[in-house]
């Protein structure tokens, strides 16, 4: 059974930075995209970066980059998003998304299997 469990939201001040997790189980990274994605109460979700499961090529959304890095660790089938320099607008719940034949994309109907999402807060 294909799963993804995100893991490692909080609260945390701007300028701050936090690490996400997404766990895989039942399949391996090496076959599957994983994206990141991020919804705030009253706004649509937003993709925000994606690697890929073939090649391993990364892909950020305009008002992540710079900021947030993506990477994988095959051995322990996790992704991890980076996140520096946090704002109140990067304020939202975090998803990830898995997807076997997704590929370089951040439109998260491309992406099949979910995670229940985690809370991220920037606030003073």
């Known amino acids: 059974q294909v799963q993804v469990v995100e893991t490692g939201g909080g609260l945390v001040q701007p300028g701050g930075s936090l690490r996400l997790s997404c766990a895989a189980s039942?399949?391996?990274?090496?076959?599957?995209?994983i994206g990141w994605f991020r919804q705030a109460p009253g706004k649509e979700r937003e993709g925000i970066s994606c690697i890929s499961g073939f090649d391993g090529t990364t892909k950020y959304a305009d008002s992540v980059k710079g900021r947030f890095t993506i990477s994988r660790n095959n051995a322990e089938n996790t992704v991890y998003l980076q996140m520096n320099s946090l704002k109140p607008e990067d304020t939202a719940v975090y998803y990830c998304a898995a997807d076997p034949d997704a590929v370089h994309t951040l439109r998260w109907y491309d992406y099949d299997y979910w995670g229940q999402g985690t809370q991220v807060t920037v606030s003073s």
């Open positions: 039942g399949f391996t990274l090496d076959y599957y995209s």
